[in-house]
């Protein structure tokens, strides 16, 4: 069964949750980041085929780091000929201490207000015949 909407909040470093978890710091060590790119690349390969032609997956961390973020959704791109980046709603770019990163949103943790999270809106081509590279 496919689906018109899929959100992957993937498992991540939780860099952008530190304030409320510190414990993180102390417990996540460099090493993990690799193996949490390799477990949200695969995660976001066997998801791509369950999303319908023209559909949305709204991909999301409460990482800071590049890798899991950024860089991430880059790789995803360059290796789904079918997947693009549509606008981000208007609204979006209103809320206080967010950034319009490329590709992405990232927002920063502050004060008592909120944490840090990351977000990446992907369209699926309505066209059946665009296939994922391998």
Not at 2 to 12: E, M, N, T, W
Not at 37 to 54: A, D, H, S
Not at 91 to 109: A, C, D, H, R, S
């Amino acid at each position: 069964r496919q689906f018109d909407k899929i959100l992957l909040d993937v498992p991540c470093s939780a860099t952008g949750v530190i304030r409320r978890h510190p414990d993180i710091k102390h417990l996540r060590r460099e090493q993990d980041i690799e193996t949490l790119v390799q477990l949200q690349r695969e995660i976001l390969t066997k998801n791509w085929p369950l999303l319908k032609p023209g559909g949305t997956l709204l991909y999301a961390t409460c990482s800071l780091f590049r890798a899991e973020n950024e860089q991430q959704i880059e790789w995803f791109l360059k290796n789904n000929k079918d997947a693009q980046l549509p606008a981000f709603a208007d609204y979006i770019e209103k809320i206080e201490n967010i950034k319009t990163v490329n590709p992405g949103i990232q927002l920063f943790p502050v004060a008592a207000n909120n944490d840090g999270f990351y977000y990446a809106l992907i369209q699926k081509s309505a066209q059946p015949d665009a296939t994922p590279m391998k």
